[in-house]
């Protein structure tokens, strides 16, 4: 097992980070992880858990089973051409960085011809907690065996969705990708509320976060859909109708979609950008 999930990291900020934390002494041991990364002051707090490193690609790449690019998107072109001819038919490359399709990622990693055992990915950030969820695109290299890897080290850090093509990929980056993003802003806009309302400061994000937290819980367990759940909450003319109404005036669900559908299209936008 430990052979078989063998790993590099390339790139070892934040969210490999995560990854290694659900996968060593699980998964694998700190022997089967090797970290690049320009960083010497990340590569040592990883060799503090007894991993390998070094700060540029080198031989040991050719051993790992798995690569993870976990770079930044401007720097990804450049990364992959240092590591290119380290590169094995027999390696499965997965990516995490954002905003690069993965025909480009094909084309970069293989030349003339594109290589195509390799995952793309698009985590969130509450994979930091363990609490996050992903999308998986896997193109037609890829075989069940490699599927089961990635969705293996993906679900060390949440949930795994797969999608069929890149603009699913980009809905998932328009959804859950900047997701938590949308939900920092509604829970500012619910502690703004309450102190604007009379209470302290710790009051109303106490109350704000144990909400939010109770009610994504009772819709992810409820068989009920979330606009039932809603309604029952809804009394006719009560506080919570009184508050939705005004939601309703102000064309919330809409404005919600309006903010995802930019999302994708800058998601497009990028890909693009990042492709030349």
Not at 52 to 72: C, M, N
Not at 96 to 111: H, K, N, P, V, Y
Not at 153 to 167: C, F, Q, R, S
Not at 211 to 238: F, I
């Amino acid at each position: 097992m430990n052979q078989e999930l063998s790993l590099s990291f390339i790139g070892g900020g934040n969210m490999a980070s995560a990854l290694a934390s659900g996968l060593i002494g699980k998964r694998c041991g700190a022997s089967d992880v090797h970290v690049i990364d320009v960083n010497e002051t990340a590569l040592a707090r990883w060799r503090e858990q007894g991993v390998g490193t070094a700060a540029a690609p080198d031989e040991q790449l050719s051993s790992r089973r798995v690569w993870i690019f976990a770079v930044k998107p401007q720097v990804m072109k450049e990364t992959v051409a240092q590591c290119k001819p380290f590169l094995r038919p027999d390696t499965l490359v997965i990516s995490i960085a954002a905003g690069i399709e993965s025909g480009t990622l094909a084309g970069w990693l293989g030349g003339d011809k594109p290589f195509k055992r390799l995952v793309r990915c698009m985590p969130n950030t509450p994979a930091l907690i363990g609490a996050g969820i992903s999308g998986l695109l896997a193109l037609d290299g890829v075989s069940e065996d490699d599927r089961a890897v990635a969705q293996l080290l993906l679900k060390a850090v949440g949930e795994v969705v797969w999608v069929d093509n890149d603009d699913q990929l980009d809905a998932v980056t328009a959804l859950s990708g900047s997701g938590p993003a949308y939900v920092f802003l509604f829970l500012e806009a619910l502690i703004q509320g309450g102190i604007d309302l009379g209470l302290d400061a710790q009051q109303s994000r106490k109350l704000a976060l144990a909400t939010l937290h109770g009610a994504t819980q009772l819709a992810a367990l409820s068989p009920e859909t979330p606009a039932t759940l809603r309604e029952r909450v809804t009394s006719k003319g009560g506080t919570t109708a009184a508050a939705l109404s005004v939601f309703e005036q102000q064309g919330f669900s809409a404005l919600v979609q309006q903010a995802m559908r930019s999302a994708y299209q800058r998601a497009g936008q990028l890909a693009t950008e990042f492709a030349k």
